[in-house]
């Protein structure tokens, strides 16, 4: 048997199975119970959050003979089938990042005078549409405009500032947002159990917080990582894996920043080199942990915190430990280090300086106030 990523795999095929866009599904499954079907819509937003995906499945559900409630495909007439064995001919998709050229778009119009064979819309996917180019945008309009009636025309771009007014005044724009870390982990829970794969919270964490959003991203790290791991999944394994600084590191710093110990400072920056991670990335994450250290510190901010249980309660202890003021002077430290950084030419030197000045910040401001 032939192997199926798991972002494939695991693809959802119904508005109740896409995660983290609740608010689209609604308003799509809302449009088509109520018969309130645009000719044209365009989903925007980045990359791997279910744009193509909802997109795919508005086409499916419009197309289903007999759907059931709240607008789900029943998946076993003529027109589910065809779809779900990839062989619509419903759908047609366009990537126009290869294929931006008026002549592809000229094809494109043509094809839409076809009427379809089964169901009652043909839906065209042009995915990543602002890579066509002005000719072909110019080509397009009419055809955007005033399609036939069986026509619908679904536009994907991860960069709608790229899209000419001309083309977004006649769409209907739905934005997709960033998928929350605890809604990939739940998912990835989910996707662990199916395969049999034991994992710690912590690791899927880590893999949630590595994707950045996208929970395309976050299945193929998945996949990685149980590549090196196995069948069980550790937070140890998956750092290792993924080349991740421990969060450990960051809280041990941080001690010896409010401590002024810059030469324990020193010694672990060693250590974490010696260990093959690069400075820069250090620093990037020092100014991340600083930030989840100001908003642990205030009880209105906290849920802000994307982390797990266990880790949220030691930002919270440290933070309470810590003085706002230190926490205000440590990020502002850190984000002029990382200005400098990018321009200096010894690398090692530059990181060594922000850190050594984290550790003096109390003491500075204790020659201040004295």
């Given at each position: 048997?032939s192997?199926?990523v798991?972002?494939r795999k695991?693809?959802?095929?119904?508005f109740?199975?896409?995660?983290?866009?609740?608010?689209?599904?609604?308003?799509?499954?809302?449009?088509i119970?109520?018969?309130?079907l645009?000719?044209?819509?365009?989903?925007?937003g980045?990359?791997?959050?279910?744009?193509?995906?909802?997109?795919?499945?508005?086409?499916?559900?419009i197309?289903c003979?007999?759907?059931g409630e709240?607008?789900e495909?029943c998946?076993e007439?003529?027109s589910?089938?065809t779809?779900n064995?990839?062989?619509s001919?419903?759908?047609?998709e366009?990537?126009?990042a290869?294929n931006?050229?008026?002549?592809?778009i000229?094809?494109?119009?043509?094809?839409v005078?076809?009427?379809?064979q089964?169901g009652k819309?043909?839906v065209?996917i042009?995915?990543?549409v602002?890579?066509?180019?002005?000719?072909?945008f110019n080509?397009?309009?009419k055809?955007?405009?005033?399609?036939?009636?069986?026509?619908?025309?679904?536009?994907?771009?991860?960069e709608?500032?790229k899209i000419l007014?001309t083309?977004?005044?006649r769409?209907?724009i739905?934005?997709?947002h960033?998928i929350?870390?605890?809604?990939?982990?739940?998912?990835?829970?989910?996707?662990?159990a199916?395969e049999g794969?034991s994992?710690?919270?912590?690791?899927l964490d880590i893999?949630?917080?590595k994707a950045d959003?996208?929970?395309?991203?976050a299945?193929?790290?998945?996949?990685?990582?149980?590549?090196f791991c196995?069948?069980t999944?550790?937070?140890?394994q998956?750092?290792?894996d993924l080349n991740?600084?421990d969060?450990?590191?960051y809280f041990?710093?941080?001690d010896?920043?409010?401590?002024?110990e810059?030469?324990?400072?020193?010694l672990?920056?060693?250590?974490?080199m010696?260990?093959g991670?690069?400075?820069g990335?250090?620093?990037a994450?020092l100014?991340?942990h600083?930030?989840?250290?100001l908003?642990?510190k205030?009880p209105?901010t906290?849920?802000?915190?994307?982390?797990t249980?266990?880790?949220?309660e030691r930002?919270?202890?440290?933070a309470q430990?810590?003085?706002?003021a230190?926490?205000f002077?440590?990020?502002?430290?850190i984000?002029?280090g990382?200005?400098q950084y990018k321009?200096?030419l010894?690398?090692?030197?530059?990181?060594?300086?922000t850190?050594?000045?984290?550790?003096?910040?109390v003491?500075?401001?204790k020659?201040?106030l004295?």
């Amino acid at each position: 048997m032939s192997y199926l990523v798991s972002a494939r795999k695991y693809r959802p095929a119904s508005f109740d199975t896409v995660i983290g866009q609740r608010s689209i599904t609604t308003t799509l499954r809302n449009a088509i119970v109520n018969h309130q079907l645009a000719h044209a819509y365009l989903f925007c937003g980045p990359r791997g959050v279910g744009k193509t995906t909802c997109a795919r499945i508005f086409a499916k559900t419009i197309n289903c003979m007999q759907p059931g409630e709240n607008a789900e495909p029943c998946n076993e007439c003529e027109s589910c089938r065809t779809f779900n064995e990839g062989r619509s001919l419903n759908i047609h998709e366009l990537d126009a990042a290869s294929n931006n050229s008026v002549d592809d778009i000229r094809g494109l119009v043509e094809q839409v005078r076809v009427l379809p064979q089964v169901g009652k819309y043909s839906v065209y996917i042009v995915d990543e549409v602002h890579m066509l180019s002005a000719q072909a945008f110019n080509a397009f309009l009419k055809t955007l405009e005033e399609p036939p009636a069986h026509a619908i025309f679904i536009l994907a771009t991860t960069e709608k500032h790229k899209i000419l007014p001309t083309i977004l005044s006649r769409c209907q724009i739905y934005d997709f947002h960033r998928i929350k870390v605890a809604d990939t982990v739940e998912h990835l829970k989910y996707i662990a159990a199916k395969e049999g794969v034991s994992a710690e919270e912590e690791a899927l964490d880590i893999i949630a917080q590595k994707a950045d959003g996208a929970m395309r991203d976050a299945l193929s790290i998945f996949d990685q990582v149980v590549s090196f791991c196995g069948s069980t999944l550790t937070y140890a394994q998956v750092i290792e894996d993924l080349n991740v600084l421990d969060y450990d590191y960051y809280f041990r710093l941080t001690d010896h920043f409010y401590a002024g110990e810059v030469g324990k400072c020193l010694l672990l920056f060693n250590e974490i080199m010696e260990r093959g991670f690069d400075a820069g990335h250090l620093l990037a994450g020092l100014g991340k942990h600083f930030r989840n250290l100001l908003v642990a510190k205030d009880p209105v901010t906290i849920q802000l915190l994307e982390v797990t249980l266990s880790t949220r309660e030691r930002y919270l202890k440290q933070a309470q430990a810590l003085d706002i003021a230190f926490i205000f002077d440590a990020l502002l430290t850190i984000e002029q280090g990382e200005g400098q950084y990018k321009i200096r030419l010894d690398k090692r030197f530059s990181a060594e300086l922000t850190l050594i000045k984290l550790a003096q910040l109390v003491e500075a401001k204790k020659k201040i106030l004295a």
